[in-house]
C-alpha cells in the first residue's frame, strides 16, 4: 500500500437534540468508537474531532485537521445537522471530503419501534450537507450502507487513498530531462496547460545540469549502493558497468531530492555522449525512484510520470509500463519498457544487467529485469482530450506468470489479461483516446480509482 492515510473523522449532530434530550448523545458514542477502530483496523490513522453542532465548531474541528496535516475529512452524520452550520468550514478548507452514510441499525423495517428514529435519520442531513457541497463546487465522494458492514469501511478507505492520490496528483512538482520524444503526440501537453489544468508544474533540465550533480558525487556514495544493490538484486553485470550507472543515477537522485521532485521523466536519446560526466542512461534510477513512490515515465513524458507518483502516494505499489504486443489466442497484453519498472512489483529478485544500449553514443547502462507479479491489478492510463481536458481510462485486469523463454528474461516482462476479450478491450481503449504510457497497481483498486478521478474532476472510462 502507499502512504498511510490519516482521516479528521468529523461527527455531526443538531443543537436542539442537546438542548431537548440532551441524555441521547451519550448513546451515539459506541457508533463513533465502532467507526474509528474499523478504519484503525484498516490502517488508517484516524484524528477524531469532538461532535460538532454550530458553525464555530465546526470551524474549529476543520482546522485542527489541517494542523495535524490530515489526508482526508470523513464526515458521520450521527442525525440531522443542518448543512449551513457546517458548510463555510468544508468548502473553505482544501482537504478532500469523503461522506459515510451509515446509521447504527441494520433493520429500520415495518416493525421497527418509534424510538429507533432518533438514532437512524443522518441521512437526510448527508442531503442537506452534500446538496450544498454540490452547489459550492466542493468535489467529495460517498459512500452508503450499515455502519457495521466492514465492506462500508473497506469502500471508504479506498475513497480515502483516491482522495490522497489527487491531492498529490494537484500539487506534484516533475522534473523532465531533455525534451519530450520528438514526435511522441500522445501524451505531450504544454507546461502551462498541466499546472492550469491539473496543477502539475514541470521544471525542464539539460546534461549540463545532471553533469554539476555527477562532480559531487562520491566513490563512497557509490561503494554504498553498490553494497546496497548487491543485497536487493542478482547482479549479473561487470563492476564498471555498475559503477559508471550508479555513477549517473546518484547525481540523478540528489537533483530529485534537492529539488523536492515528486515525478520526473527523461528522453533516453538525450544521452548522447560516449566520455564525460553523463556518459550514460540512469535507467536503474527511474526504477529505484519508483519503489520510493517517485512518479517515473519514459521519453519526456511528464503527465504520465504525475500519475505514477501520485498513484504510487495513494495505493503503493504502482510501476510506469506501456502496452507491446497483443497476444490474440490467449486474450493477453504484454507489457514492457526499455530498462524502466519498480522492482516492488516483480514476481521474483530482480536480476542487473548491462544492457546493450544501440540508440546513441552512450556507453551500456545497468537495467532491471524482472517479471511483474501475478494477481489481480488496476491499470490506469490519463488521456488529454481537446479543449485542453483530461479524462483517465481504467479497468480491472488479472497479471499472468511469466515465461519458459529464456532469452526473454532479460527483458522487462508482464502478461496482462483484461476483463473484455482482448479486441474489445483494445478497440474501447482507443476510442477513449488511450495512450501508449500507462501506470499498473497491483490490486483492484478501481473503488479508490474512481474517486481519484472524481476528485480530480476527471471522467473515468471504465473498460469492464
Not at 500500500?1 to 492515510?5: E, N, T, V
Not at 550508479?246 to 540523478?252: F, N, Y
Not at 548522447?272 to 564525460?276: D, F
Not at 507489457?335 to 519498480?342: A, C, K, R, T
Given at each position: 500500500?502507499?502512504?498511510?492515510?490519516k482521516?479528521?473523522?468529523?461527527?455531526?449532530?443538531?443543537?436542539?437534540?442537546?438542548?431537548?434530550?440532551?441524555?441521547?448523545?451519550?448513546?451515539?458514542?459506541?457508533?463513533?468508537?465502532?467507526?474509528?477502530?474499523?478504519?484503525?483496523?484498516?490502517?488508517?490513522?484516524?484524528?477524531?474531532?469532538?461532535?460538532?453542532?454550530?458553525?464555530?465548531?465546526?470551524?474549529?474541528?476543520?482546522?485542527?485537521?489541517?494542523?495535524?496535516?490530515?489526508?482526508?475529512?470523513?464526515?458521520?452524520?450521527?442525525?440531522?445537522?443542518?448543512?449551513?452550520?457546517?458548510?463555510?468550514?468544508?468548502?473553505?478548507?482544501?482537504?478532500?471530503?469523503?461522506?459515510?452514510?451509515?446509521?447504527m441499525?441494520?433493520?429500520?423495517?415495518?416493525?421497527t419501534?418509534?424510538?429507533?428514529?432518533?438514532?437512524?435519520?443522518?441521512?437526510?442531513?448527508?442531503?442537506?450537507?452534500?446538496?450544498?457541497?454540490?452547489?459550492?463546487?466542493?468535489?467529495?465522494?460517498?459512500?452508503?450502507?450499515?455502519?457495521?458492514?466492514?465492506?462500508?469501511?473497506?469502500?471508504?478507505?479506498?475513497?480515502?487513498?483516491?482522495?490522497m492520490?489527487?491531492?498529490?496528483?494537484?500539487?506534484?512538482?516533475?522534473?523532465r530531462?531533455?525534451?519530450?520524444?520528438?514526435?511522441?503526440?500522445?501524451?505531450?501537453?504544454?507546461?502551462?496547460?498541466?499546472?492550469?489544468?491539473?496543477?502539475?508544474?514541470?521544471?525542464?533540465?539539460?546534461?549540463?545540469?545532471?553533469?554539476?550533480?555527477?562532480?559531487?558525487?562520491?566513490?563512497?556514495?557509490?561503494?554504498?549502493?553498490?553494497?546496497?544493490?548487491?543485497?536487493?538484486?542478482?547482479?549479473?553485470?561487470?563492476?564498471?558497468?555498475?559503477?559508471?550507472?550508479?555513477?549517473?543515477?546518484?547525481?540523478?537522485?540528489?537533483?530529485?531530492?534537492?529539488?523536492?521532485?515528486?515525478?520526473?521523466?527523461?528522453?533516453?536519446?538525450?544521452f548522447?555522449?560516449?566520455?564525460?560526466p553523463?556518459?550514460?542512461?540512469?535507467?536503474?534510477?527511474?526504477?529505484?525512484?519508483m519503489?520510493?513512490?517517485?512518479?517515473?515515465?519514459?521519453?519526456?513524458?511528464?503527465?504520465?510520470?504525475?500519475?505514477?507518483?501520485?498513484?504510487?502516494?495513494?495505493?503503493?505499489?504502482?510501476?510506469?509500463?506501456?502496452?507491446?504486443?497483443?497476444?490474440?489466442?490467449?486474450?493477453?497484453?504484454f507489457?514492457?519498457?526499455?530498462?524502466?519498472?519498480?522492482p516492488?512489483?516483480?514476481?521474483?529478485?530482480?536480476?542487473?544487467?548491462?544492457?546493450?544500449?544501440?540508440?546513441?553514443?552512450?556507453?551500456?547502462?545497468?537495467?532491471?529485469?524482472?517479471?511483474?507479479?501475478?494477481?489481480?491489478?488496476?491499470?490506469?492510463?490519463?488521456?488529454?482530450?481537446?479543449?485542453?481536458?483530461?479524462?483517465?481510462?481504467?479497468?480491472?485486469?488479472?497479471?499472468?506468470?511469466?515465461?519458459?523463454?529464456?532469452?526473454?528474461?532479460?527483458?522487462?516482462?508482464?502478461?496482462?489479461?483484461?476483463?473484455?476479450?482482448?479486441?474489445?478491450?483494445?478497440?474501447?481503449?482507443?476510442?477513449?483516446?488511450?495512450?501508449?504510457?500507462?501506470?499498473l497497481?497491483?490490486?483492484?483498486?478501481?473503488?479508490?480509482?474512481?474517486?481519484?478521478?472524481?476528485?480530480?474532476g476527471?471522467?473515468?472510462?471504465?473498460?469492464?
Open positions: 500500500m502507499g502512504k498511510k492515510p482521516i479528521g473523522l468529523l461527527p455531526l449532530y443538531l443543537e436542539l437534540y442537546d438542548k431537548t434530550l440532551p441524555e441521547v448523545r451519550k448513546s451515539f458514542q459506541p457508533l463513533i468508537d465502532k467507526i474509528v477502530n474499523s478504519f484503525k483496523a484498516n490502517g488508517v490513522d484516524v484524528i477524531t474531532a469532538d461532535v460538532c453542532r454550530l458553525a464555530n465548531e465546526f470551524g474549529n474541528a476543520v482546522l485542527r485537521f489541517e494542523q495535524e496535516s490530515a489526508d482526508c475529512i470523513v464526515t458521520l452524520h450521527l442525525a440531522y445537522s443542518p448543512s449551513l452550520e457546517s458548510i463555510d468550514a468544508l468548502i473553505g478548507t482544501e482537504l478532500p471530503i469523503v461522506v459515510l452514510d451509515v446509521t441499525d441494520m433493520r429500520f423495517g415495518r416493525n419501534h418509534p424510538d429507533r428514529i432518533m438514532y437512524n435519520h443522518g441521512i437526510h442531513g448527508v442531503m442537506d450537507m452534500t446538496c450544498m457541497l454540490r452547489r459550492h463546487g466542493k468535489r467529495f465522494c460517498i459512500v452508503a450502507g450499515y455502519a457495521g458492514d466492514s465492506k462500508v469501511i473497506k469502500r471508504a478507505v479506498a475513497m480515502i487513498r483516491g482522495a492520490a489527487a491531492r498529490h496528483m494537484s500539487r506534484t512538482k516533475v522534473l530531462i531533455g525534451d519530450s520524444f520528438k514526435g511522441m503526440g500522445d501524451f505531450y501537453v504544454e507546461s502551462d496547460t498541466l499546472l492550469k489544468a491539473l496543477g502539475i508544474t514541470v521544471h525542464q533540465a539539460g546534461l549540463d545540469e545532471l553533469a554539476g550533480s555527477v562532480d559531487l558525487v562520491t566513490v563512497k556514495d557509490i561503494d554504498n549502493e553498490l553494497a546496497a544493490d548487491r543485497e536487493k538484486y542478482c547482479c549479473d553485470l561487470a563492476e564498471d558497468v555498475h559503477r559508471r550507472s550508479l555513477r549517473v543515477c546518484l547525481a540523478t537522485r540528489r537533483i530529485l531530492e534537492t529539488g523536492g521532485y515528486d515525478a520526473f521523466s527523461m528522453n533516453f536519446l538525450a548522447s555522449m560516449s566520455e564525460g553523463v556518459d550514460t542512461v540512469p535507467f536503474l534510477e527511474a526504477c529505484k525512484a519503489a520510493r513512490g517517485i512518479g517515473y515515465a519514459g521519453e519526456g513524458d511528464v503527465l504520465t510520470a504525475a500519475l505514477v507518483g501520485a498513484l504510487s502516494q495513494g495505493f503503493g505499489e504502482v510501476t510506469f509500463t506501456e502496452l507491446f504486443c497483443p497476444d490474440w489466442e490467449g486474450s493477453s497484453l507489457l514492457s519498457h526499455m530498462g524502466e519498472v519498480n516492488v512489483l516483480a514476481m521474483e529478485q530482480p536480476r542487473l544487467i548491462e544492457y546493450n544500449f544501440p540508440y546513441t553514443p552512450a556507453q551500456n547502462p545497468a537495467k532491471l529485469t524482472c517479471c511483474l507479479k501475478q494477481g489481480p491489478a488496476t491499470f490506469v492510463d490519463i488521456v488529454p482530450g481537446p479543449n485542453d481536458s483530461f479524462s483517465l481510462i481504467a479497468a480491472p485486469v488479472e497479471m499472468l506468470g511469466d515465461t519458459s523463454v529464456a532469452e526473454m528474461k532479460d527483458s522487462v516482462r508482464g502478461w496482462m489479461k483484461p476483463v473484455l476479450p482482448l479486441e474489445s478491450f483494445l478497440e474501447k481503449y482507443s476510442q477513449y483516446g488511450g495512450t501508449h504510457h500507462s501506470a497497481i497491483m490490486g483492484n483498486e478501481m473503488e479508490g480509482i474512481r474517486a481519484f478521478a472524481d476528485f480530480m476527471l471522467q473515468c472510462n471504465i473498460i469492464s
